[in-house]
């Protein structure tokens, strides 16, 4: 399956974003989906993830009540609402897929096989 993260851009604090995870190839609801950020100096972290089927899903502490994960199985994306942007917020977001993650390690970058490219926001106070 190939990836296509797009929707970055550069906000205030406060602000909304919404970023996109088109998948072509594959289905992608046939896929345990994650998004990942990794801002400069850091390691790439968890930001919040689907279960395969979309059934479940897993945000990382930072952004839970902030940020949404949905996906639109008619146009075989998956998607990531950004409300209440802060600047520490500020990475390149990539989005990643695999097909026998289970729930439980839907935070692990490593197993994901498929990753798009990145797509950078950045949040200025």
């Known amino acids: 399956v190939q990836l296509q993260a797009s929707g970055g851009g550069s906000v205030q604090a406060g602000d909304s974003l919404r970023l996109s995870c088109a998948a072509s190839g594959r289905t992608l609801s046939r896929y345990a989906v994650g998004w990942f950020r990794q801002a400069p100096g850091k390691e790439r972290e968890f930001v919040a993830g689907?279960?395969?089927?979309?059934?479940?899903?897993l945000y990382a502490d930072s952004v839970k009540g902030r940020f949404i994960i949905s996906r639109d199985n008619a146009k075989n994306t998956v998607y990531l609402q950004m409300n209440s942007l802060k600047p520490e917020d500020t990475a390149v977001y990539y989005c990643?897929?695999?097909?026998?993650?289970?729930?439980?390690?839907?935070?692990?970058?490593?197993?994901?096989?498929?990753w798009g490219q990145g797509t950078q926001v950045t949040v200025s106070s």
């Open positions: 689907y279960s395969r089927g979309g059934s479940s899903t």
């Open positions: 990643a897929a695999d097909g026998s993650i289970i729930l439980s390690s839907l935070r692990d970058a490593v197993q994901y096989d498929y």
